[in-house]
């Protein structure tokens, strides 16, 4: 049957979803689950990243509403959610990673990455762990280590495949992962993770753990690895 695009909804569906089409073209041969993965991601880049600054919202939620009124933090910024931004590079390095070589969109996509890890870098806590918002970081104090292993996880895919310059982000992917490191418990388990949400407005804590994070974490360091 032929596909066709859904109206995309929330912005964790690129890592989700994206990295599957691309995987599927490759195991059945068939483009249309290709141009399915690079439609959807630029259907999502449009609706949800910001023009200016770069950064996605999460969803519908934190798009200004047809009478006008827009959510936003208190310090007057946007409401970019912090694992938001993790599922928007992660889903895109996963579209990356199976899209073939000689694809005439690739440098298109490639160029969006390079964009979004220079508009995550710019707003990095000195610490290494982005906070739940990206934008008012302020009302956020604690870091957050779902969506930074996910960010890091996307700079350093982007530093091993050649598309981010090592000299830009080398540096903070690497103060990333040794900020992770130093909240994972003896066990292993990952604490300050924000549990299930939409937005930044989910506490969590230092005992707070989902395998999501653990996975993300898992992900970053492989890629850690393979630097050079």
Known sequence: SEMCIRDSNYIDQVFVSAGTWTRMAAITGDARYLDYAKTFWKQQRDKFRDAQEGLFVRDDTWLPQ???????????RKVYWGRGGGWAIGGLCRLLDALPAQDPERPA????????????????????????????????????????????????????????????????????????????????????????????????????NVEYATGALLLAGSEWLKLP
């Open 66 to 76: 047809p009478d006008g009124f827009q959510l936003l933090e208190r310090n007057g």
């Open 109 to 208: 996509f490639e160029a969006d990455l390079r964009a979004l890890a220079a508009a995550l870098v710019a707003v990095q806590p000195p610490d290494g762990l982005w906070r739940a918002s990206l934008g008012d970081p302020e009302s956020y104090p604690l870091g957050e280590t779902s969506g930074s292993a996910l960010i890091a996880y996307g700079l350093l895919w982007g530093i091993n495949r050649g598309v981010l310059d090592p000299a830009q982000f080398r540096e903070p992917a690497e103060r990333t992962l040794r900020a992770l490191l130093a909240v994972q418990e003896p066990n292993g388990k990952l604490g300050y993770v924000q549990p299930g949400a939409e937005s930044p407005r989910v506490a969590f804590y230092r005992a707070s």
